[in-house]
């Protein structure tokens, strides 16, 4: 895949120092951690925490102010400076956002928006990008009808299915998950998970996982960092963490999700870092 | 619940609405009963397009415009439908009702206080510094202190958690006997959560204030109401007591829902999924309207629409309840 391979030892992704500073305001602030190639790892914070700023930085939508991103064998501290740069690392890295119902372009249908993919990354002919959409369709659980359908024709899983879909088709080695279930209802919600964990069995993916959602964050990631106010407070194997968290605002957090027996509580000031 | 001797501040008896659209009438809820005592909690919880929100909405009187309704809710005794002037007045003081969103129920452009002391002013005729006094009492009782600063301040100036506190600061201030609460934590961080719903839980217990609580989270139901009812395709499918829903729930959908929801304390390979996709009213199939995504349906299931009927300590709507109560809870936990 691609023109450098990755050797088994060295991360996938390798993050040291990353800051974004906007104005006044230090949105990220000396982040540093590493995605291991076929791992899965969550940043997990509240509003404000700096995990999509994150996010973007790594796929390159935003700037760092410092630090440095090393991803797929290739520095990615700076923005692209040119077209085949750029294709290459839409073929590295890919991000499926939060809502599907304004991440897709509403006069597209699946099956298009999965080709021209598959054209701008892949190439072939027209029959078998053809085959491979359906591939990638039946993959994502979608019938042709869906695939052929405009987003405005299918339900909120069904669209979530497509933008997976359709990131799928430029087989990243990594994929970057921003809430990517958070706006679906449980019962979607737990077929998505189920999709994910069968994709990363297929495919040797590894997943970003940026999510505020605990339960979820254990379903599928074996690592962990905590975030907050733009700083890592907490850092583990995903288990570990939430069965024992060290640092204060670890346990606030995980505190506050209802469970069987759980009375909410006033808290005091929020901890600071 | 079925004791005749305790009072009931709200009952809503086979309550059905459909929406006029240009291909006809759509069903939206069918055959929804409840009733909530004075100062209880009773949860709704269910996916989208189950009409949980239509369900408060039909409570409040806000359905939307031609909106055609069968069944009956009361009130304190009277019937809500029926309310005219200043009885229905008397009505929108008495049930109060917050949303998901706080920042599309404000308008922008006035300041909190504006928005705080109108209905005080409008309807009550309280003098603006009465209203503002009663106002900043009550934002500290919602914890929050600098209540004269944030009359003065604009909603943009606020944080979704600290708004939303405003939101249930101002439904509070003509005392209502009955708060309808639709997803009101649903877009707040899950520590601000926690707070809102230990504010909430407080303010009804320190006044014998009835809740009509809405949610998708059945943890979180269970949590902090006293009852939950399980919603699916426009219809109530489960109603029992909170803390039994989870360990014996007595609906294949409730035992889908609780199954479905990865747990904190423990990860599985596979989550136990509800195949297929929750269904509005008017797209449900004859017969039991869960029986396409049923793992448990029988030829039966489709023959006719079930009754909700009583079962154990609560209300079911399946005919196979029986038989597979204790199957219901091992998927749960299994």
Known sequence: MGD?????????????????????????????????????????????????????????????????????????????????????????????????????????????????????????????????????????????????????????????????????????????????????????????????????????????????????????????????????????????????????????????????????????????? | MTDSTVATLLSVDALTVELPLATGLRTVLHDVSFTIAPGEALGLVGESGSGKSMTARAVARVLPPRAQQQGVIRFDGRDVHRLRGPALRAFRGEVAMIFQDPRAHINPVRTVGDFMTEALRTNRSVKRSVAESTAIAMLHEVGIEDGTRRLRQHPHELSGGLLQRVMIATSLLTEPRLLLADEPTTALDVTTQAEVMAILDELRRDRNMAMLFITHDLELASAVCDRTAVMYAGQIVEQRQSSMLHDDPLHPYTAGLAAARPRIDGST??????????????????????????????????????????????????????????????????
């Not at chain 1, 602030?29 to 995605?35: M, P, T």
């Not at chain 2, 195949?275 to 039966?300: H, I, M, N, W």
Request: aromatic share 4%; charged share 25%; with cysteine.
């Open chain 1, 4 to 273: 450098s391979p990755v050797s088994v030892a060295e991360p996938l992704v390798k993050v040291v120092g990353l800051t974004k500073r906007y104005g006044d305001a230090l949105v990220v602030d000396d982040v540093s951690f590493e995605v291991a190639a076929g791992g899965s790892l969550a940043i997990v914070g509240e509003s404000g925490s700096g995990k999509t700023t994150i996010a973007k930085m790594i796929v390159g939508l935003v700037a760092p102010t410092a630090g440095t991103i090393h991803a797929c064998g290739h520095d990615r501290s700076h923005h692209a400076t040119s077209t085949k740069v750029r294709r290459r690392r839409g073929g590295e890295i890919q991000i499926v956002f939060q809502d599907p119902y304004s991440s897709l372009d509403p006069r597209q249908s699946g099956f298009d928006a999965i080709d021209e993919v598959l054209r701008l990354h892949r190439g072939g002919s027209k029959v078998d990008r053809a085959r491979r959409v359906d591939e990638l369709g039946s993959m994502v659980g979608l019938d042709p009808r869906q695939l052929h359908a405009l987003p405005r024709g299918l339900s909120g899983g069904q669209r979530q299915r497509v933008a997976i879909a359709r990131v799928l088709a430029a087989e990243p080695q990594l994929l970057i998950l921003d809430e990517s279930v958070a706006a679906l209802d449980v019962s979607i919600q737990a077929q998505v998970l189920n999709l994910l964990a069968d994709i990363r069995d297929q495919t040797h993916i590894s997943y970003l996982l940026i999510s505020h959602d605990l339960a979820v964050v254990r379903q599928i990631t074996e690592d962990i960092i905590v975030l907050y106010r733009g700083r890592v407070v907490e850092r583990g194997a995903t288990a570990a963490v939430l069965d024992d968290p060290h640092h204060e605002y670890t346990r606030l957090l995980r505190a506050s999700v209802p469970h069987a027996g759980w009375r909410p509580t006033r808290r005091a000031a929020p901890p600071v870092p």
């Open chain 2, 269 to 334: 390979a596979r989550l136990v999924a509800i195949p297929g996709r929750p269904l509005s009213a008017f797209e449900a199939p004859t017969g039991c309207a869960f029986s396409d995504r049923c793992s448990f349906v029988e030829p039966r299931c489709r023959d006719a629409r079930p009754r909700i009927r009583p079962l154990s300590d609560g209300l079911v709507r399946c005919v196979r309840a029986e038989e597979l109560r204790g199957e219901l809870g091992a998927i749960v936990h299994g």
